[in-house]
């Protein structure tokens, strides 16, 4: 006699829930552009053959995902919102601070992101990219005596001028989630940084580095670099029992960086 077939529990899904995922998939499968509009109120209520309650828990849904955006009242349709790194960013930002992802697991990410950018960059990149690399380095030398805000902003322009010479905007949007989402979570201990103009110097040094490296074709040691110039300044907000995580990144010649072997100033943001 064959066997008969086994069946999982199966969870209830809401009415609200089926509309989300039925509009989900169509932007997805791009029936649903940005600028597009959905249709009324009245008319998904007809199609759906739901409440008029649940399109706008639907609509609600949407919307805290940053799909779409419903004004009340508005007669025509939710408009279909562009991708925002500002949507990956706060599902990640929501994670971290419910300690389902630690700061040792974004700094790793980080690294590696950081370190792939970098290669990739030293094999694609064209001499208005490296213009631009030059430019946004030398405004964080200008930068230096005008304050650490003014210089973070430079330096995150530096790091987007790479991340775009890799030729991967994914790697630029992530790049940008991770950095931001890991300076948050340490911004208190940022704030109290003890010699700001130090740190901002060391920076220049290790970007300086990182664009010989790419101008030369090296993608091996602009990645190294990266991962080397992370470790230094994260590791010291990471705790010793996970610092291990960070150090697999890290090749063999490399060593620690002298980071972690005991209590060292706390770095000032400068946007890494």
């Avoid at 069946?7 to 899904?13: I, K, L």
């Avoid at 990266?226 to 470790?231: D, E, I």
């Amino acid at each position: 006699m064959a066997q008969r077939p086994r069946f999982e529990p199966v969870q209830p899904v809401r009415a609200y829930e089926r509309i989300v995922q039925q509009i989900e998939e169509a932007i997805l499968r791009g029936d649903l552009r940005p600028g597009e509009r959905l249709p009324s109120e009245r008319d998904l209520v007809q199609q759906f053959s739901v409440s008029r309650a649940t399109v706008r828990e639907a609509l609600r849904v949407l919307q805290s995902n940053g799909l779409v955006r419903s004004r009340a009242g508005d007669p025509a349709g939710a408009e279909i919102m562009p991708f925002s790194p500002a949507t990956l960013q706060k599902s990640m930002t929501t994670l971290a601070r419910l300690s389902e992802l630690t700061l040792a697991e974004l700094i790793q990410f980080r690294m590696l992101l950081d370190a792939t950018a970098n290669l990739l960059a030293a094999q694609l990149r064209t001499e208005e990219q490296l213009a631009e690399m030059d430019a946004a380095l030398q405004v964080m030398r200008d930068s230096v005596r005008l304050g650490y805000e003014e210089f973070s902003r430079a330096d995150v322009a530096f790091h987007d001028a790479v991340a775009r010479a890799s030729g991967n905007r994914l790697l630029q949007v992530c790049n940008q989630v991770v950095r931001s989402v890991a300076l948050t979570l340490i911004a208190e201990k940022i704030a109290h940084a003890l010699d700001r103009t130090a740190q901002m110097e060391e920076s220049i040094t290790h970007h300086a580095e990182v664009l010989e490296a790419v101008r030369a074709g090296d993608g091996a040691a602009a990645a190294r670099i990266a991962r080397q110039n992370l470790y230094d300044y994260y590791v010291s907000y990471v705790p010793e029992d996970e610092r291990a995580f960070l150090r697999a990144l890290l090749d063999p010649d490399q060593g620690s960086g002298g980071a972690d072997t005991g209590p060292s100033p706390t770095p000032t943001r400068t946007g890494r």
